[in-house]
């Protein structure tokens, strides 16, 4: 379970020689801990893009020492007793060992100077509690206490205490990480038969102390969300979160697609593992964050609109716009952006079912113009999302749609060729309107652009002015406008 090099190679470097020296000067102990560790062991250094070290002693007096000596700036934050050092691209942080104990009613920990070992008892895993001495007598030595290289070769998410109720309880926040470490490392393991999981014990402890949760923000939580989505497999996070009973807590709108009701022998599939299907499907494809938000969320709706019509079976009429309306509370509730990127989320949910249609229906340029003015620049997106959308255990039906899928892109992009409506713009404004027929802002303005608009949409008139022009003047005489002279 080794990178490319070994650990004397990998350690055998300017940053850690300099620290290993000046924590000699000052008579401290120094170990690199945490991440690094972890990702050493694992192969996946690449992925690693900073460096923590604990100290026994100051660790904003080392990361001074050592920022003087590579002739760089260490920024201290006096608050929380830590310190970072940039050099070559490289961030590494500094920290006194300490111990911590918690109040009941807090999140915040009381901390005190404490040993190595004391600073491992009280990290959230035991993968990530190894360190490497940076000590010149045993440089490069691992110390591992609890057992995290055990745990990496068994693919276990553990606690170094043997009551993990304290870990969890201490910083509920470590209940999502360990879910999010189970996701992001689910394939991380060099055996491709074991994955990342979390032991039973701590799944068990999780439920338990499920309603510490309260004491966290939910910025918090909504980072810890998006860590999950940028997993490579993230639909393992989210049954986790479901199997240790926090998805309810957490996104109840997401948490209400579970589950197949059946009436009168006719069922519905599962909407929540669809879903998680889904946002697989992008997750493969290279789907940004927000696109994976909105496959996540893109059947939200499915729940408040399910119903069931004797002869006609389950349906779920309108989930699409049901699920658009939901977004931007959904994004509330986890303090979550409410810019551009919570409307980004907001447009694919609220579209995904237009590319649907045109699949199954004959797809006709006036369907496909719409979907391009309305999509934008998303179109793509929208389309990837789409496709990920295709899932059903007959594989005959899943081949077919794709072949559709594939008519619909040609389609698209025929007609984008053709005639530029991604980006479309009226060539009647409401400004041209008031000059020509001497009126103010009305309703009327925008029913003329309205009208003009779908015209062109439609395949009606041509996307040019003169056309569009024309067009407007017979809509503004039937509306009763009169052109004032010039």
Known sequence: MMDDKTIEEVLDDVIFHTISDEAGKLGVRAFVIGGFVRDFFLGRLRESHDIDVVVEGSGMELAKAVAKSLNCHAALFKNFGTAQVKFRGTEIEFVGARKESYRRDSRKPIVEDGTLEEDQLRRDFTINAMAFSLQKENYGELVD?????RDLNLGMIRTPLDDPDQTYSDDPLRMIRAIRFASQLYNANPNPEIHFTIVPESIESIRRN???????????????????LMSPKPSVGFFLLDRCELLDLILPSVSALKGIESVEGVGHKDNFRHSLQVLDNVAEAGGS???????LLHDVGKASTKKFEPGNGWTFYGHDIMGGKMVPEIFKRLKMPLNEKMKYVQKMVSLHMRPISLVTDEVTDSAVRRLLF?????????????????????????????QNYGHVREKMDEVEARDAVRNFKNPITG???????????????????????????DGTIPNDYDSAHKLMEQKAAELGLKKISK
């Open 145 to 149: 206490p609890f057992g995290g290289i």
């Open 289 to 295: 964050l927000w696109l994976r938000w909105a496959a």
């Open 374 to 402: 309305d999509a934008g620049d998303d179109i793509n997106d929208l389309m990837t999302l789409c496709r990920a959308d295709i899932t059903s255990k007959n594989d005959k039906k899943v081949e077919l749609y794709k």
């Open 210 to 228: 499920k309603d510490r949760l309260q004491i966290l923000s939910m910025e918090r939580i909504a980072e810890e969300l998006d860590k999950i």
């Open 431 to 457: 400004e041209l309107v008031m000059a020509e027929y001497g009126i103010g802002p009305c309703n009327t303005i925008g029913e003329i652009k309205e009208y003009v608009k779908d015209a062109i949409l």
